[in-house]
């Protein structure tokens, strides 16, 4: 159920700003209380490239120890240096590129169960496009963008941070809208949120989140629907799904996600 959030996500939508006011970043840092940041580029083929660009940038932000961890292997991820890795870490990062290869490479290692046993212990797990969409348990992995069909879709299992909850990026700007109506379409039970470029969610412990950015966050709730032809439907046809209820959300807004409902800035 999407009730079960035990410590804190920062799910960014991608291309968030680095050179700038660096909004989105600066809350990482502070939710890290600027001590030790692993940033993890499992997700990326140019890991030292990305990696040094976010180790200049925390630390231009007061970050003192930031640990840059590539795993190119499974090998890698169940490596007995994990551990050490990963002391005294409070905060964890994880870059842009490509989701299947986070999970495919982390699912089940010693490093997949360390990152769950942080985030259960209160350290903040944040991820930027490819890292925010691995955070629910079942992530989008390919679509086509435009009108919700059948079959146009690809989903696989994500790290299992948040559940119930499927998470899009780069959502306004690639117009990632349908996507997500087809993947909640799935299972209406299921919430959908995209999160649009430079724009994040701050998910707390208690079940709330809170909107940090330049963009808007786009939450869809089909779980009072009535009418759907998912099952019967061949594939490429239109979907029916109705009603749906939908929320967006600019920056200091929260969403209630064990409730559902809308909170007011403030």
Do not use: C
């Not at 989105?24 to 580029?41: D, G, H, Y």
């Not at 940090?212 to 019967?232: K, M, Y």
């Amino acid at each position: 159920m999407s009730e079960h959030v035990q410590g804190k996500l920062l799910i960014i939508g991608g291309a968030e700003d680095k050179s700038g006011e660096k909004k989105i970043l600066k809350r990482f840092v502070e939710e890290a209380e600027k001590k030790a940041v692993v940033v993890l580029t499992a997700a990326t083929e140019y890991p030292r490239r990305v990696g040094a660009e976010y180790t200049e940038v925390l630390r231009g932000l007061g970050v003192q120890d930031v640990r840059v961890l590539d795993v190119a292997d499974r090998g890698q991820a169940n490596s007995e240096d994990v551990p050490h890795l990963l002391t005294s870490v409070s905060g964890v990062f994880f870059t842009g590129g490509d989701q299947l290869r986070i999970t495919g490479l982390l699912g089940g290692t010693l490093l997949g169960r360390s990152l769950h046993n942080l985030y259960e212990n209160g350290v903040i797990i944040a991820g930027t496009s490819a890292g925010a969409s691995v955070m629910s348990d079942t992530m989008i992995v390919g679509g086509e963008a435009g009108t919700p069909r059948k079959n146009t879709l690809t989903m696989a299992p994500g790290l299992g941070l948040l559940r119930s909850i499927v998470v899009d990026q780069h959502f306004a700007q690639r117009g990632r809208i349908g996507r997500l109506l087809e993947a909640v379409a799935h299972n209406p039970y299921v919430l959908g949120i995209g999160i649009d470029e430079d724009t994040a969610i701050l998910v707390h412990p208690d079940g709330r989140f809170t909107v940090v950015g330049s963009q808007t966050v786009t939450v869809i709730d089909a779980s009072e629907s009535v009418a759907s032809n998912v099952s019967e439907s061949k594939p490429g046809q239109p979907l029916v799904l109705s009603p749906v209820r939908m929320h967006v959300l600019p920056e200091g807004y929260e969403f209630d996600l064990r409730r559902r409902v809308f909170l007011p800035a403030g």
